[in-house]
């Protein structure tokens, strides 16, 4: 609403902008997303059909990502979560590492593969999983819905890094979650809807799931009275996985104005029907 002079607007880099507040600006060529999701952008129905849309893809972001996935899985390997609940009550009880060999990775876009080939160069054994077929050396490449069941059953840890689109919404939900192998442990480093809220908490409760880690969720900041904050067996943290880094990011964007306006396609364009 600030805008004084929307007709004079040909560029908007935004992230969860107000709805219609894109529409409002007649002259836009092109719009930029300051994040490496568009999600929050396409949300908005009022987004006039034809303009173009660019994201963010930065090996600062993906390096970010990967050292969370890192400490993540050490983490739950060294049994940090169990020592943690053990000195609560101040028990002493040592134990081996868990045995975590088979990762999946479910989304292989740009933050997905790069978690799958890093994983399989660690050495573990690891399936990808995504709505069409890639191929990556080193990793198990599985895609839609009938693969689903093939691509998870020997996860020892599962980590999620689908776009949020209409087909990946309550993509988890009580029969997936089924699938996987009892004692899994899931990491949600995505969006918050992927994963259907209740059905995670029963995967808890009932023992199906050890563990899960989340920085991801349907609302953010998540609400105080949500029961992930106090439900045992959750570690959250406050959607740090991959922030943007506004240096490398700036960059990026200027270029994609400098091509707006010489008419070039743009660098790291979405695909809007498929959403991502
Ligand atoms: C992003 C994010 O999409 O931070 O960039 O989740």
Redesign the pocket.
């Known amino acids: 609403p600030e805008i004084s002079q929307p007709d004079a607007v040909e560029f908007a880099v935004v992230w969860k902008q107000p709805t219609g507040a894109v529409a409002s600006l007649p002259n836009l060529k092109a719009l930029q997303s300051f994040?490496?999701?568009v999600d929050s952008i396409l949300s908005d129905l009022t987004l006039p059909a034809s303009l173009p849309l660019a994201r963010?893809v930065d090996p600062h972001?993906t390096a970010s990502m990967l050292e969370y996935l890192d400490t993540v899985l050490n983490y739950y390997r060294l049994r940090f979560d169990e020592f943690g609940t053990n000195q609560q009550q101040q028990l002493w009880k040592p134990r081996s590492p868990r045995k975590i060999r088979h990762l999946t990775v479910l989304g292989l876009g740009e933050l997905g593969s790069a978690a799958a080939r890093h994983f399989a160069g660690l050495g573990y054994a690891v399936s990808g999983w995504s709505g069409r077929l890639h191929q990556i050396d080193g990793v198990q490449c599985f895609a839609g819905d009938h693969q689903f069941a093939e691509a998870v059953a020997e996860a020892d840890l599962l980590i999620c890094l689908l776009p949020l689109t209409g087909a990946t919404e309550n993509l988890l939900n009580e029969a997936r979650l089924a699938q996987l192998k009892t004692g899994a442990i899931l990491v949600n480093v995505a969006r918050g809807a992927i994963v259907d809220d209740e059905a995670l908490l029963c995967a808890l409760q009932t023992g199906k799931l050890a563990a899960a880690c989340l920085d991801?969720f349907r609302i953010e900041p998540l609400p105080v009275e949500h029961p992930f904050w106090t439900t045992s067996g959750i570690l959250l943290t406050p959607?740090i996985s991959?922030?943007?880094n506004a240096d490398t990011a700036v960059a990026q964007i200027a270029e994609n104005y400098r091509r707006v306006q010489a008419g070039l396609p743009l660098l790291n364009q979405v695909d809007r029907t498929r959403g991502y």
């Open positions: 994040g490496a999701g963010i972001l991801v959607h991959a922030v943007t």
